[in-house]
């Protein structure tokens, strides 16, 4: 069986997307507030339809004072990165 990229984004990496727009979230955000328990998986999909999503650490703190290192995404540009160099 050949693998081969979906033209379609599922619902919960368009949701993902939108939230996205407002401002950056980190993971645990995501799975806490949206229900989203693989951000990681919905990113990649918006990564491979062409959106430009900037990746960092945040540092949070958990109710027992632990701190802890998670990612942090950030949506750069909804658009194809080859959509600029297309012009020509």
């Known amino acids: ?10 619902p919960q990496a368009l949701f993902l ?5 407002e401002r950056p979230y980190n ?5 806490a507030k949206f229900n989203i328990y693989n951000p990681a998986s919905r990113i990649s999909e918006l990564i491979d339809d062409g959106c430009v999503i900037e990746k960092g650490w945040a540092i949070i703190k958990d109710i027992n004072g ?5 990612r942090q995404y950030s949506l750069v540009s909804q658009f194809n990165k080859e959509a600029d160099n297309d012009e020509g």
């Open 1 to 10: 069986m050949l693998k081969r990229k979906r033209k379609y984004l599922k």
């Open 17 to 21: 997307r939108d939230r996205l727009i």
């Open 27 to 31: 993971t645990y955000e995501l799975r």
């Open 66 to 70: 632990g701190l802890h290192r998670i």
